[in-house]
Nanobody, 120 residues
């Protein structure tokens, strides 16, 4: 059993910053990619940023230059530093991890989501 536990969401004014964390625990052989997605009311879930085990990153155009994804492999944790937040960043943010649970099985896991609200 694997769990992803997110923290760090909240309410912030436009221009402010928040840092999200997501820790993976349980039966983990290794972790491949980790990432953050978000879903605003009435919209589809969209990719925000991903990071591979080697540290290669990918960002949505809408967050480039404002958000930074990082990970601590020793702690099985991924972070999302969000700066210069805008009201349009308001959404539920979900952590996702692609985890190898043994030598032959890889599964995708999602966190429960954390609300980020940016007021204008």
């Amino acid at each position: 059993q694997v769990q992803l536990v997110e923290s760090g969401g909240g309410l912030v004014q436009a221009g402010g910053s928040l840092r999200l964390s997501c820790a993976a625990s349980g039966s983990i052989f290794s972790i491949n990619s980790m990432g953050w997605y978000r879903q605003a009311p009435g919209k589809q879930r969209e990719l925000v940023a991903t990071i591979t085990s080697g540290g290669s990153t990918n960002y949505a155009d809408s967050v480039k230059g404002r958000f930074t994804i990082s990970r601590d492999n020793a702690k099985n944790t991924v972070y999302l530093q969000m700066n210069s937040l805008k009201p349009e960043d308001t959404a539920v943010y979900y952590c996702k991890a692609i985890i190898r649970v043994n030598t032959i099985t890889t599964r995708h896991y999602w966190g429960q989501g954390t609300q980020v609200t940016v007021s204008s």
